[in-house]
Each structure stands twice: as structure tokens, then as C-alpha cells.
């Protein structure tokens, strides 16, 4: 119903079961029910709300004023109103943020003209976050391939910020246990409007985008924030208009929802984390889904760089051509264990199968296969890294399993990096040059390739 009715901010629904009946109300903070009532002790109170919902006004039932989705949908950010040429992401889940973002215009037709197409983010934010997405893309604004704010609105209700504490007053959630969420809807204009990276013309354009996309991580990096979602659905790809007129594609790194600073206590997964806050399962870092049930680990740039391994190795796997355009046989991957299930050691033990023997690279596309040898320097790299996590983890290891440790190659990998290269702190280019050599020589003896 939420998907479907995207300017539904709540919903009430009905059950009856063996003569008793509840009331239920669903919202972004989960959902809340009534006692039961039996059918033939108390018929008008089921009639009352049989006439509440029959004849309340629309925004009673949860239906947003701001949102008129009729013929030609128009949306509302505070007194300006722009029409919605096609929805760019929606989320499928119902407590949590339940992020839309639409690509708008402020007049029909929307042409091409980019000061006149946007995009808006709407998304239901937990109150107690202690740096909004907001406040971090304002802190960004002089970043180059990072979304800038146009403007920024919390959604109104009758006179009042539209939040889930509106359909729980205190005094009845005193009654649960458990606490609940506190959200309120926020919008937020951003510009510029960006494509998905897997819309490149050319396997060059998607390596391109991805380098901007890891200089601007290093960017906003070293101004004291850290990015911790990259995925498939954050790495996008928009056309920049030079002085001389010329448009050249750059990357666009977006949704800032997970970014923290990078000193914040916030930034550590430890055991309990079901619902890991720190990253998008299939691109997440091994380190950090294994953390779920093991001793806490605190989120660093190595584990957002790991993850632009994975989004590299996922756009070459499942994408056969420009535009989108996805693979025929997609069954029997070697990467459908990285998403496949709900069992999060699992995906973790996949993706370190994946790196050692190498085994994802054999699935590689025909039109991305000019990349193998890019993807399989990186892959090497990463197996590095976990070799070096076991080792710190003291992590008992099968002999013959991850092959001969790269003589000179250090134990940690997470330190200053340089975008146009590999994770090597404090090495130059020569000395890292040399260590990548012998890690490819390493590789071809271990038969990883």
C-alpha cells in the first residue's frame, strides 16, 4: 500500500478472527494495535470506526495534502510546487526511512534545461540522529560530485511538522515496552539530477565515473566525514557543461542518510545489529557483517573502499551493455551468495570465497571482460586485506587456502590512499608499483586467474 500510495503517511486496517476483531495503524515507526473486541459486545464502537474511515477527511487516513498524485503528480517543498517527470528510487520497506526520490520540474515540459530539472528526496528521518544529511551535504557544498541542497523542508501537517509522534501520543505509547521510533518527514531539493553509473556509454566512462566517485570519497573523507552506504543505488553518473560548452560525464555520489563523522561513536557494528545501519548487504565490507556476531568493529574508509571493490565487481557481473542494459543468464553466480538469504555470516564467508579463489572473475560480461584485469588487481587487494584482518582477529588459517602472503605488501591496508592507485599507506609510487607486481606474480603461481 505504501508503494503504491507514495503520499500515504499512515494507514488503519481491520482484522477479524473467530468473533473479535482489532483495530491496527501502520506508519514509518512500525505498527501499533488495539485490544480485542468481541463482535456482539461491542458492535457500535465497529460502527464508529466503520463511519470514521468512511466519511474522515483523506488526510485523517493518512493521506498527504502536500503530495496531489492525480493526472500530472505535483509535489510541494514549502510554497513552491514542481511536477514529477519519473520516480528515480523507492523503498520497499515500511518502518524505516521509506525514502522516495523523484525527478521533478517546475513547469511541463521539462525539456533539458538543468536549472529546471531536480530531484526530490522525501524520507520519514529518525530525530535523534545527531547529523542530519542536511547539514552534512551543506558541510560538502564545495565538493565536487557530491548532490548539493537547493532547499530543504519539513513536511507539514495542520500547522504542524508531519512525524510519526502525531498518531502515538505519549500517553498511549507509555503503555508499550518497547520503545518506539520518533520520525518526522523531511524533503530535501537536490541538484544536480544524476543517472545511475551502469547508464555509461562505455566500460571507460563507468571506470571514470567510479575514480571521481573514489577522489570525492577521499574528499569528503579527509573533511572529517564518512560516507559508509556506497552501493549500486549511491554511485551515479550526471553530464557537467565546461566553459567552452563542451559536457563531459562525471560521477555523483549521493545519499548521505548513513554518513557520520568519522570520529563518531556511532560509526561501530557490533553484536545485535540485525538491522546493520552501516551499508547495503551485497557491498558491504566482510569485516562488518561479520562484526554482527562477533566483538564490535568500528566502520573506517578501508571498509568504504572494500565496498567500491564490490560495486565494481556487481556492475560487471550483472550488466551486459550501456543503458542498463542487464545480463541474459544471471543464474549461478558466483556473487549470488553475497545477497542471497538473510544469514549475514554467510554472505561474508561467500564474498571471502569469492576473493581468494577468484572465482567471481570467470562471470565477468563479455562487454565489460577489457576490465578483468582491473577487477582482478583489486580483488587481490581485498584479499589482502582480509588476509590481514584474520591475521589481526587471530583467525586460524587452512594452509594452502590463501595461497603466499606478497612479500612487502603491509598488514593493514586501511590507511591514506591515493585515488589514482591502490590502498598502500605512506608508500610511493614506485614501492607500490613494485608490491603489486609481485602480488600479480603471487596470484599466477596460486592459480587464482
Known amino acids: ?18 468473533g473479535q476483531y482489532r483495530l491496527y495503524m501502520y506508519d514509518h515507526a512500525g505498527g501499533v494495535y488495539s485490544r480485542s473486541y468481541d463482535l456482539h459486545e461491542s458492535p457500535l464502537l465497529l460502527l464508529r470506526i466503520l463511519c470514521a474511515t468512511t466519511f474522515a477527511p483523506a488526510s485523517w487516513l493518512g493521506m498527504d495534502d502536500t503530495f496531489d498524485c492525480r493526472l ?21 520497506v515500511i518502518r524505516g526511512q521509506a525514502t522516495n526520490v523523484w525527478f521533478v520540474a517546475k513547469s511541463i515540459p521539462a525539456g533539458s ?22 547539514q552534512i551535504l551543506e558541510a560538502l557544498k564545495d565538493v565536487e560530485c557530491v548532490l548539493k541542497v537547493k ?31 520518533h520520525r518526522t518527514r523531511r524533503r530535501l531539493i537536490l541538484t544536480p539530477a544524476g543517472r545511475p553509473i ?14 571521481d566517485l573514489v577522489i570525492a570519497h577521499k574528499r569528503i573523507w579527509l573533511l572529517g566525514i564518512l560516507h559508509r552506504d556506497i552501493s549500486i543505488n549511491n554511485a551515479m553518473m550526471y553530464e557537467e557543461v565546461l566553459l567552452d560548452g563542451t559536457v563531459r560525464v562525471r560521477g555523483l555520489l549521493v545519499d548521505f542518510d548513513y554518513a557520520t563523522k568519522v570520529d563518531g561513536s556511532n560509526c561501530t557494528v557490533g553484536p545485535g545489529d540485525r538491522m546493520v545501519s552501516s551499508g547495503t548487504l551485497p557491498f558491504m565490507a566482510v569485516e562488518l557483517l561479520r562484526a554482527v556476531n ?27 551493455g550501456p543503458e542498463s542494459r542487464l545480463r541474459k543468464d544471471s543464474t549461478k553466480l558466483a556473487i ?4 542471497t538469504g538473510n544469514d549475514l555470516l554467510a554472505f561474508a564467508n561467500n ?70 592507485g591502490l590502498v598502500l599507506p605512506g608508500r610511493r609510487v614506485r614501492e607500490r608499483e613494485r608490491v603489486v607486481k609481485r602480488a600479480l606474480r603471487v596470484r599466477r603461481r596460486s592459480r587464482f586467474v
Open 1 to 18: 500500500m505504501f508503494d503504491a500510495q507514495p503520499n500515504r503517511a499512515f494507514s488503519y486496517s481491520l482484522s477479524f478472527h473467530a
Open 72 to 92: 500530472h503528480p505535483v509535489i510541494t517543498v514549502d510554497a513552491t510546487q514542481y511536477f514529477i517527470i519519473a520516480k528515480c528510487f523507492s523503498s520497499s
Open 113 to 134: 534545461d538543468p536549472n529546471n530539472i531536480f530531484v526530490v528526496k522525501d524520507s520519514w528521518v529518525n530525530v535523534e540522529r545527531q547529523l542530519s544529511e542536511e
Open 151 to 181: 532547499e530543504a523542508w519539513t513536511v507539514q501537517w495542520d500547522g504542524q511538522d508531519d512525524s510519526t509522534s502525531l498518531c502515538r501520543p505519549a500517553a498511549f505509547m507509555s503503555h508499550f515496552q518497547r520503545p518506539c521510533d
Open 198 to 211: 551502469t547508464h555509461a556509454a562505455s566500460p571507460l566512462e563507468v571506470v571514470t565515473c567510479l575514480l
Open 294 to 320: 562477533n566483538k564490535p568493529v568500528k566502520h573506517t574508509v578501508a571498509h568504504d573502499l572494500e565496498s567500491f571493490v564490490y560495486l565494481l565487481c556487481w556492475i560487471v557481473t550483472f550488466f551486459a
Open 336 to 339: 549470488e551468495g553475497w545477497y
Open 351 to 420: 564474498k571471502e570465497g569469492c576473493m581468494v579463489s577468484a572465482s567471481h572473475l570467470e562471470d565477468i560480461t563479455s562487454y565489460y571482460r577489457v576490465l578483468s584485469a582491473c577487477v582482478g588487481m583489486l580483488s587481490e587487494l581485498v584479499r589482502c586485506q582480509l588476509y590481514a584482518q584474520c591475521l589481526a582477529h587471530g583467525v586460524k588459517l587452512e594452509k594452502g587456502m590463501w595461497g603466499e602472503w606478497p612479500r612487502g605488501l603491509p598488514l593493514e591496508l586501511g590507511g591514506q590512499f591515493d585515488p589514482r
